[in-house]
């Protein structure tokens, strides 16, 4: 055993033996209480970085923590392993993505092993490993004969880098999500997933989810976007077609004085006059490159085109011109908007540029509005006038009035409307799983038999550059026999979303190894759903949607039988750095600063700002130098200790070495008190002796407390460290520890426990060290006693002005601050302190209080 802390040995030894005898491996144990544990899965880019060590440090506190409380621990880990990153980097190097992803795996795999994490790995798994998605093809077969899959032709998010379909949760501030590069609009024939049928449950279950973090749910909740209104048609002019538009304004009904269409609206083009034609295809094609959340937003400049036709206003007959706005989306309502420029402020400004008519509805209490004289539209409640049989209504009653009126004439509708859309699945990739859909000219669109799943990725499939799935290019993938009626037939080139394989990952690790379906119902009855979930606010409106849609989906489908996939989530802040920036060679690493200046031509670095850790800024902390300098045991301490889990955490490399001095503090404190220890057993009997054991003893059960409920229920690991702290402080504070063995023992002992969580190599060593039994991870979370906890109470005296006015009771180790607040607080001394001005307060410790007033 080394009296000298070395955490490559230790660390090294202690994960050999974890998985010799398969410490973490989990099984279905009746009656016994389960816990699942999941951080989010990566993608296996090649490299962990600084963001997975803390995600993963975070919940593998929790693992370890709920396993030595008792639980049935999973605590599994895998690769969301397709997407377009290593069909990219495949292109690059020309080699195959397989390749590429699994050596990704392998490294990476390994590195987490290097952190000590308690993952069972016999649960592993990669979704481009064909007994993963042969799994998805075949839900997704069950989806087609319920209607939930469909195809059909739409208006596409178009990464013109990536080449691909985006859905509209992919698309960040008008860029890709994963490049960057702004997104185009497109015409394509899609598949798309019906996640609205399930609008209204997805918004309900919301609020029930009362362990998720209220800013992702309320970004949730928006992005379903519940709107309740009226669906109302508009005739064209000469025509028997209707525009038929959604509003939650039917008040306004009767001041609707031009229709605005968005440019994708399938009867843009089609309305428009010879006059007219050319311009409003250039428009189309202006619009279509521009990013959609930008043309809904307030400061972007509203520009339309009139189409040269016309359609009735079906209350007041008025002849409506129909223009193409660029504020205007097809992604909502029905793609056109009945404007009324008087009380809605985009259509004031776009109807002011276009020199297009006003009519006010809604006059305000007080005063009176006219479009000559309005500066702005007015959208606060009011009175009805030029309505009709309205008029003198108040706005808001008359919504209800105008919808019965609407829906008793047959011109509209009470219609409940939602933001969210049909998720596109459909992108044009290889690496990705086949859509399994094959087309016969006789038979049409025919599901791939489920006797014949896996459809499997051809291996030999060139990837290049060009646009389109390389696998459209593959004569021997495509072309094939119609499974219905054998005739000549072409297979679907698409392949799935990444974000389908990520839908339900967390249902196949309750039985990865299953293979007469996609989940085996009795694993999944008893691990699901997730106890507590882990990973970044940046999926917010993506995966963490998908998920619950998608478990909703297997639910009706009789795969599972829960209605949410995640009891609790934890959205971890991210890693930043202070950049640091050279006049001449521009952004620089770290080590490539020595004592504020550029290692490379000795100028003074400037300070940037603090900033998420990013290769481009050159601030990146590779984890294995931090794991061979310090051991994994520092690097998660450091994680835990420097920031809570929901906070940004600044990377420090004062704040490691201070956690690695800690550890060794540890070490020496242990392995100082090991001969007092196996030397005696019992306290001495002195009052002195025995008071300092007491004192030891409540400091232990206090801290005990303390860190079990900052890990239980809070997740607050740095105050929980920080009390663990304390308590080394207080062992540390005892002068003569050979008086007191039993109560060094009991203390020492549970310091190391508490720490098993955290720092597990080490205090695997020490458990041993201490001639303990078995693995610490192993040896039950230590318990407080409430008797324990009782402090020793002493009289303190209470003076006014030098004269005593009461007596109070505090602990005899109160400090300053708390006897002053409990002799404020008092009562009788109240009398004499209230309404006075307080000038000073005098604490003699453990006597008496005098406080001075005026």
């Not at 596409?156 to 960057?180: F, H, K, M, S």
């Not at 996939?565 to 640091?580: K, W």
Request: charged fraction near 25%; aromatic fraction near 10%.
């Amino acid at each position: 055993m080394e009296e000298r802390y070395n955490p490559k040995a230790i660390e090294k030894k202690w994960r050999d033996i974890w998985e010799k005898e398969e410490s973490f491996k989990a099984s279905v144990e009746a009656g016994k209480q389960k816990y699942y544990l999941l951080e989010m899965f990566p993608y296996p880019s090649g490299r962990i970085h600084m963001g997975h060590v803390r995600n993963y440090s975070i919940g593998d506190v929790v693992a370890r923590f709920k396993k030595m409380q008792g639980f049935n621990v999973i605590h599994p880990m895998g690769w969301d392993a397709f997407g377009m990153p290593a069909e990219n980097a495949a292109i690059k190097r020309g080699i195959h993505p397989s390749s590429w992803t699994y050596d990704n795996i392998d490294n990476m795999k390994a590195q987490l092993k290097k952190m000590g994490f308690s993952y069972d790995w016999s649960r592993e798994l990669a979704t481009c490993d064909p007994e993963y998605y042969k799994w998805e093809q075949l839900i997704f077969l069950k989806m087609f004969e319920k209607g939930l899959a469909y195809k059909k032709h739409s208006s596409v998010n178009w990464c013109p880098e990536c080449l691909t379909v985006l859905a509209n949760e992919q698309v960040e501030d008008g860029g890709c999500w994963r490049c960057g590069t702004i997104v185009e609009d497109k015409e394509l024939e899609q598949w798309f997933f019906k996640i609205t049928d399930y609008a209204q449950e997805l918004l309900d279950d919301t609020y029930k989810l009362q362990g998720w973090p209220e800013p992702v749910l309320i970004m949730q909740r928006n992005w379903i976007g519940r709107s309740i209104g009226c669906e109302i048609d508009f005739p064209l002019e000469n025509s028997e077609e209707k525009i038929r538009v959604f509003t939650t304004r039917q008040d306004t009904l009767f001041g609707a004085t031009f229709m605005s269409l968005a440019p994708e609206h399938p009867l843009a083009l089609k309305l428009a006059t010879d006059d007219c034609r050319a311009e409003v295809q250039a428009f189309i094609d202006k619009v279509r490159k521009q990013d959609k959340i930008n043309r809904t937003s307030e400061d972007f400049e509203k520009e339309g085109v009139f189409t040269g036709a016309y359609c009735i206003n079906p209350l007041t007959n008025l002849r409506m011109p129909i223009m193409l706005a660029n504020f205007v989306l097809m992604d909502y309502g029905t793609g056109a908007v009945m404007a009324v420029p008087t009380h809605d402020q985009r259509d004031f400004e776009f109807a002011r540029r276009y020199e297009l008519a006003m009519t006010v509805v809604i006059q305000p209490p007080g005063r009176e509005l006219s479009p000559e004289t309005m500066t702005e539209a007015y959208t606060e409640p009011g009175t009805m006038v030029n309505s009709g049989e309205f008029n003198g209504l108040d706005n808001e009653s008359a919504k209800d009035k105008i919808a019965d009126y609407l829906e008793t004439k047959g011109i509209g509708e009470r219609k409940v409307n939602f933001r969210l859309r049909d998720w596109g699945v459909s992108r044009q990739r290889y690496w990705g799983t086949p859509i399994p859909i094959i087309y016969c000219d006789a038979c049409g669109v025919v599901p791939v038999p489920e006797k014949d799943l896996p459809v499997v990725l051809p291996p030999d499939v060139e990837l290049t550059a060009e646009g389109g799935s390389p696998l459209a290019r593959k004569k021997d993938f495509v072309e094939v026999a119609c499974p219905a009626c054998g005739a000549p037939a072409r297979r679907e080139s698409d392949t799935f979303d990444t974000f389908v394989e990520s839908s339900w990952y967390f249902l196949r690790y309750a039985c990865p190894h299953f293979d007469r379906g996609p989940v085996d119902r009795s694993a999944v009855d008893y691990w699901l759903p997730v106890d507590q979930y882990i990973g970044g606010v940046e999926h917010a409106v993506m995966h963490l949607l998908y998920a619950r849609f998608y478990t909703k989906i297997l639910r009706d489908l009789g795969y599972v039988g829960i209605d949410e996939p995640f009891t609790n989530l934890l959205t971890q802040g991210m890693v930043c750095m202070e950049t640091q920036k050279c006049p001449e060679h521009g952004w620089l690493y770290p080590e490539e600063v020595e004592d504020g200046k550029c290692s490379k031509c000795g100028k003074v670095a400037e300070l940037g700002r603090i900033e998420k850790m990013s290769k481009s800024k050159n601030n990146v902390i590779d984890p294995d130098t931090l794991i061979e300098q310090y051991g994994a045991d520092t690097a998660r301490l450091f994680c835990l200790f420097a920031s809570p889990p929901e906070k940004a955490l600044e990377w420090s490399e004062k704040g490691v070495e201070g956690c690695f001095r800690f550890l060794n503090r540890v070490w020496r404190l242990a392995f100082d008190s090991l001969a007092i220890l196996s030397a005696g057993s019992e306290d001495g009997s002195e009052p002195e002796t025995q008071k300092v054991a007491k004192e030891l003893r409540r400091v232990t059960h206090q801290t005990i407390k303390k860190v079990s409920e900052d890990i239980d229920d809070r997740f607050h690991f740095n105050t929980a460290i920080a009390a663990i702290m304390e308590l080394i402080n207080a062992i540390s504070g005892v002068e003569d520890k050979g008086k007191i063995p039993a109560a060094l023992r009991e203390s020492i002992l549970a310091l190391v426990r508490l720490l098993a969580p955290f720092v597990p190599h080490i205090a695997e060593e020490l458990w041993s060290a201490l001639g303990q039994d078995g693995c610490v991870s192993e040896a039950g979370w230590p318990e407080w006693n409430e008797a324990a906890l009782a402090q020793e109470q002493i009289l303190i005296v209470v003076q006014v002005n030098g004269k005593v006015r009461g007596k109070i009771t505090v602990a005899a180790e109160a400090d300053a601050e708390t006897v002053k607040q409990t002799a404020l607080a008092d009562g009788n001394v109240a009398r004499f302190v209230e309404g006075k001005e307080i000038r000073k307060m005098v604490v003699v410790p453990k006597r008496l209080v005098n406080i001075v007033v005026k």
